[in-house]
């Protein structure tokens, strides 16, 4: 079974690509960690997660999740990540994680995709996106056929830059960079509430005809990309930018 989260698209994309190879379930992870749905789940083949990349390690939010979830049947479980970059020691992190739950790691694969950060990098162009999805997919292909076959995905060669940045930095990146102190929508916003229906911590909502941002944010951009206006900033740094969906589906 395959569990995805995603923002803008690249995870959702990899994960029901991975699916098609495989002939595998693909589940979006979307509702049960919005509703807080800790519902056991059982699967009788291997489990892959699909996730994007945040500060070089899974999302806090899926990660809490899959804490508090019971996985039946198979034991065995794949991760799959989407980057902008780089994955960093992600792994050290979910074979932890892993050892906690008695699930038996399979491995962690690197899928770079467009960047989607637009909080802090450039968001790439709609022609340079389909670009960088396109030299991805050799590696996509790569990964579903180790896990089809039932083999570890390989190693990553982990340099000390990487430590440092899945422990250190991504230890510091949500108290110093994860909140939604800087979002705020501009005269564009039509008051179509498509930002409080894509955000995964219920942390939208609609005062005074403009959308209003609690304090629970994790910075997955589906509010800012996803805007049919664009009328949605983070601070100065989104002006001028293009907003990122994946420009490919399944």
Not at 61 to 76: A, M, P, Q, T
Not at 105 to 116: K, T
């Amino acid at each position: 079974m395959i569990l995805y989260f995603s923002g803008t698209g690249n995870s959702e994309y990899t994960a029901r690509r991975i699916g098609k190879e495989i002939d595998d379930e693909v589940i979006n992870l979307f509702d049960k960690i919005r509703n807080r749905d800790y519902s056991d789940m059982k699967s009788e083949r291997p489990w892959v997660i699909v996730v994007p990349a945040y500060a070089w390690r899974i999302p806090r939010i899926v990660s809490d999740w899959l804490e508090k979830i019971n996985f039946s049947g198979n034991r065995e479980i794949y991760f799959v990540m989407t980057c902008g970059g780089s994955i960093g020691n992600a792994g050290k992190y979910l074979e932890t994680l892993c050892a906690k739950k008695n699930m038996n790691y399979r491995g962690c694969a690197e899928i770079v995709m467009p960047e989607n950060y637009i909080a802090l990098f450039s968001t790439p162009a709609k022609d340079k996106a389909l670009q960088i999805m396109n030299q991805s997919e050799n590696i996509i292909d790569r990964t579903a056929l180790h896990i089809k076959n039932g083999d570890k995905l390989p190693k990553r060669e982990i340099s000390f830059g990487d430590k440092v940045n899945s422990g250190i930095i991504n230890d510091l990146f949500y108290p110093v960079f994860v909140h939604a102190k800087k979002f705020y929508a501009t005269e564009s916003c039509i008051s179509c509430g498509k930002c409080v229906t894509v955000c995964p911590l219920k942390n939208i909502s609609i005062e005074n005809g403009k959308p209003k941002w609690g304090d629970n944010c994790t910075h997955c951009m589906a509010c800012i990309c996803k805007c049919p206006k664009e009328a949605i900033e983070y601070g100065k740094h989104s002006k001028g930018l293009p907003r990122y969906i994946c420009p490919k589906q399944i």
